[in-house]
């Protein structure tokens, strides 16, 4: 049960190691045709030699998209085009005061074109501090989180004396709270205070409350939410968080200040984020509370049929195996699917109302399921627009044809034999 902030903005430690199951919630990281993307780079700027980095990105609303190594003092990026904000995040471990802070920068991609960003890190905040538990011994592996009025969070572990320190910080105003090892022992955040790059503070932490424990059961109109997604319940008395992965509609939390909770859910397949009460639970010390939510808001969604151009005023065949794209104005990719058997396809995702976007068709190399007598090279890329969509609702756009090539020597050269 990992700490996550509770805002929009990046979380460095949790969704560092999280990235996984995020990237599979939402769509917008499939890959295209290398040819439909664009190039990111830059040089990354550090006083001395650079520290091994990790580059994170997330699309222009901060949703979470993937992950890499970049070392060599730069960076570079191919992405579908769109407009994404980059985050360069220090390796050296958290207990490590000499820490960059992390940097964010915001590029607009475009289609087989260079956007050039440069990168400059700054060195980071610390806090550092011994942390006891209620028997007033040292809290050997304790979790420690520092919390900045943004609600962005940085976490480490105790060593054996009770000893702690979190580097590269933010500037900015902490407190710090934290849970034992064996996740018996809590509190109320310890204040900080301010922190300047390079400066720090140190606090002492006691954990002197005995912990509870809260099992929560998320609800769709449908039944039990089956899709894994990473969820955080925040403490009604303290504003502290714990992050845990619910699996089959169960997320189960340990090492929790006793009290009533609100529960986070930041979205996963056609189910919107939301912020929910925790339902009939009140964690006691010592004690598993059972709760639940119910999740009501989903995403839109759109329907449709992939045919070919040449056959709309006869018999309309539809095509399999056809790459289906939702895209907005600015060509950030909000959706992709396949077309069936019967050359349908529905788009769906936390997908919100929004209007002027279009449907991109593409046909697949090598594809061999494109009806009698047709191949993949018969065609090219197809589009409709605009389309409108709304919250929790199907728009259905009816038929989207996917053009032939004019290209010399086709159609007759994709015939089959």
């Given at each position: ?12 430690a ?29 040089n ?13 990105w ?6 979470y ?29 958290a207990?490590?005061?000499s820490?960059?802070a ?17 990168v400059?890190m ?15 011994k ?19 572990t ?22 034992d ?26 954990l ?25 319940v ?7 968080w ?5 699996k ?45 939510v ?48 019967n050359?349908?396809?529905?788009l ?58 004019t ?11």
């Amino acid at each position: 049960m990992l700490p996550s902030r509770w805002t929009r903005a990046a979380v460095v430690a949790v969704l560092t190691l999280l990235g996984s199951l995020l990237l599979v919630v939402g769509p917008a990281g499939s890959a295209g045709a290398a040819s439909d993307k664009g190039l990111a780079n830059g040089n990354i700027g550090c006083s001395g030699a650079c520290p091994q980095m990790k580059m994170l990105w997330f699309d222009q609303n901060w949703k979470y998209l993937g992950a890499k190594k970049v070392n060599g003092g730069g960076y570079s990026i191919w992405l579908s085009p769109g407009t994404y904000h980059l985050q360069f995040v220090d390796q050296r471990p958290a207990y490590d005061i000499s820490k960059f802070a992390p940097t964010d920068i915001k590029v607009t991609v475009r289609a087989n074109a260079l956007s050039n960003h440069n990168v400059k890190m700054r060195k980071g905040a610390f806090v550092t501090g011994t942390v006891v538990n209620g028997q007033g011994k040292p809290a050997r592996g304790a979790r420690l989180v520092a919390a900045n009025r943004q609600q962005n969070s940085f976490e480490t572990t105790a060593n054996a004396k009770g000893q702690f320190a979190i580097g590269g910080l933010p500037q900015g105003k902490y407190s710090v709270f934290g849970w034992d090892k064996q996740k018996t022992w809590v509190n109320k955040s310890a204040w900080a205070g301010a922190v300047k790059p390079g400066k720090g503070r140190n606090i002492a932490v006691r954990l002197t409350k005995r912990a509870g424990s809260m099992t929560v059961y998320l609800f769709t109109p449908d039944g039990r939410m089956t899709t894994k997604s990473p969820v955080t319940v925040r403490s009604k008395a303290t504003g502290q968080w714990w992050t845990a992965t619910a699996k089959n509609g169960t997320a189960v939390f340990r090492g929790l200040y006793p009290g009533r909770y609100q529960l986070k859910f930041e979205g996963a397949g056609v189910w919107l984020p939301a912020t929910l009460s925790v339902q009939k639970a009140n964690v006691h010390s010592n004690k598993m509370a059972f709760g639940s939510v119910r999740l009501t808001k989903r995403g839109g969604w759109v329907t449709g049929t992939v045919v070919d151009n040449a056959q709309t005023d006869v018999d309309p065949r539809g095509i399999a195996d056809v790459k289906v794209d939702l895209r907005t104005s600015t060509g950030d990719l909000l959706a992709s699917t396949t077309t069936n058997a019967n050359g349908n396809f529905t788009l769906s995702g936390p997908l919100t109302t929004r209007s002027g976007m279009s449907i991109v068709v593409t046909p697949q190399n090598g594809a061999d399921s494109y009806g009698q007598g047709q191949q993949w090279c018969m065609f090219t890329t197809g589009s409709k627009a605009p389309v409108a969509l709304t919250t929790g609702r199907q728009t259905a756009v009816g038929q989207v044809t996917l053009p032939r090539s004019t290209a010399e020597g086709q159609p007759d050269r994709c015939l089959v034999s």
